[in-house]
């Protein structure tokens, strides 16, 4: 009887989940799916995102993903090699760089956003611009990264390092040949996770990146992303609601896009491993 | 100890490490083995079954442990150099020029101004005008400290804001609407608030048909919900709507279509809307007639200023696109915008 109950409860909990996520997403497609075209995607968007497209918005998006990735994947992965590969579980400083981050992944996006705002729009000079927003999403993305990296980096079991000693393989060469493939897929659950807080950040951009829906020229230029664009036409700009759906549906795509690749390339390289090995 | 030796030097760190751990501290050699890292890891595994017990933790064995990660200590540095050296370079060249104005503000008068920038910015080829958003009184504040070259509002300066300058581009207006085959002809403050707060639920008590009152109210977040709010002095909590709605036409599909409904909407699309023989009417406020001419004079009282302020009195760039802002060739973007243009 207890046993059919908790069934029961997985099942419905389950269904629940499912059916929230299919009916929001039913939702985006219905009321945007009509709106979505080729122009849609690459026209400028006109009076007041009410009209024309989200092109020069793609483009922000996409590059203050590229700068968010490019800064948080080499300084995520030299952290969670620090920590899980050079520091023992209980060294006082990797317990001091692990609490940071476990408190920095629970700090809510505005204050990453005023944070970016103070530090580099002001203080650094760099003003609303792709960098600092871009700078200030690595700032919010680093500590799932680490986390999931130090964490895959902790599976491979010690055989492995004790078979690259027994080799005489140097520390770094078992780093690079052995440790970081086999943590490789860690570091794409992290990466993937990473980039979907990212996508979906307004709050922490729109004092950073800003507002500006012109095609940006350079790093420096204002970039609005797609999600300040969803929030914008949906909550600000009076009739903006059918191309704020369409909008969100493009950001869904990307975000499955995104995912998608991210999982082939992991199974691309799994695969690889195992007829090289 | 045993784990150390099996393990050849096989470049110039691995080396040094060797070199220290066969000259250095050598009575903490325990200490090293069971310390951090896959040294410690693989050492530790062989060691261990030796000398179970060791497992102490010295100041001279943490500073060996330091020693143990040059390699990541040097991506560190390499790193931190880097995006220091970015940075640097950006923010020389990063200075404002003139060519660049920067508006931060309310998020209402944002839409507007950043239509304007775009018609400015293809009549001035090379000027740049980026608009950024945050609410009126981060508007303010930037203004006052210089941060942004314009700020932008959706109220009037306070008597604390003296010092600056505030130029109105536009102004918004909200009237109540009914539909208009509802006798009713006026409502006092009173008694919109009434209804709007679920005191009075019927037509009869005050003055129309026997039915039931159907109250529209605008979802969260809309500038016409603050500004209805802030003229009756409700809190959004107090509000028993019983329709929620998002933009002016959708209020005013709702309230033409359903004969008891009351709803607040931007005076300027439901004079236009009224005037194309859709089914509503505008509501005086107290004594003044809901129009875009007693919006646009002032003197509808249900209204607020759209302001650019600035700090000190406008010069070169901010001038120019001020009074651009204030001329009659915007006109039709305020009113895309469901705003009033200002007529002097």
Partial sequence: MADRLATIFVWSAALLVTSVFLWLLGGIVWSGAGQLSWSFLIDSPRNAGRAGGIGPILISTGLLLLVCLGVSLPIGLGTAILLAEFTSSTNRFGRLVRWSLDVLAGVPSILFGLFGNAFFCIFLGLGFSILSGGLTLACMVLPILIRSTEASFRSVPDEYRLGAAALGLSRTTTLLRLLLPTAIPGLIVGLVLGTGRAVAETAALIFTSGYVDRQPTSLLDSGRSL??????????????????????????????????????????????????? | ????????????????????????????????????????????????????????????????????????????????????????????????????????????????????????????????????????????????????????????????????????????????????????????????????????????????????????NKAAGRSTLELFLEYFDLSSTEIRADVVIGDNEQGIKTVAGNSNAIGYVSIGTAEFDASAGIAIKLLPVGTVAASVDNVATGSFPLSRPLNLVTRSEPNGLAATFIEFARSDSVHDLIREQYFVPIVP
């Fill in chain 1, 227 to 277: 999600s300040v664009h969803v929030y914008d036409l949906s909550m600000n700009v009076a009739g903006g609601d059918a191309n704020a759906s369409a909008t969100a549906l493009v950001l869904i795509l990307l975000l499955l896009l995104i995912n998608g690749t991210a999982s082939w390339v992991m199974g691309r390289w799994l695969r690889k491993r195992l007829i090289t090995i």
């Fill in chain 2, 1 to 216: 100890m045993i784990g150390e030796n099996t393990r050849l030097p096989t470049n110039r760190i691995d080396m040094l490490i060797e070199i220290d751990s066969v000259f250095g501290n050598s009575p903490h050699r325990p200490d090293t083995v069971t310390g951090s890292g896959s040294v410690g890891k693989k050492a530790s595994a062989t060691c261990c079954m030796a000398r179970p017990t060791v497992r102490r933790s010295t100041a001279a064995a943490r500073f060996r442990r330091l020693k143990e990660f040059p390699l990541s200590n040097r991506l560190f540095t390499c790193l931190v150099a880097l995006l220091s050296a970015s940075i640097v370079s950006c923010s020389s060249a990063n200075n404002r020029s003139d060519h660049q104005l920067v508006l931060t503000g309310s998020s209402t008068v944002a839409p507007l101004v950043l239509e304007m920038a775009k018609r400015f910015e293809s009549q001035h080829p090379g000027v740049r005008v980026d608009v950024q958003t945050g609410g009126s009184s981060r508007g303010i504040a930037d203004a006052m400290r210089g941060l942004a070259d314009i700020g932008m509002a959706s109220r009037s300066l306070r008597e604390e804001e003296y010092e600056l300058h505030a130029f109105a581009i536009a102004r918004d207006g909200v009237c109540v609407i009914l539909h208009r085959d509802n006798p009713i002809e006026a409502l006092t403050d009173a008694q919109i608030v009434a209804i709007y707060s679920g005191e009075i639920v019927n037509w009869s008590d005050v003055g129309g048909h026997d039915a039931p009152i159907t109250v529209v």
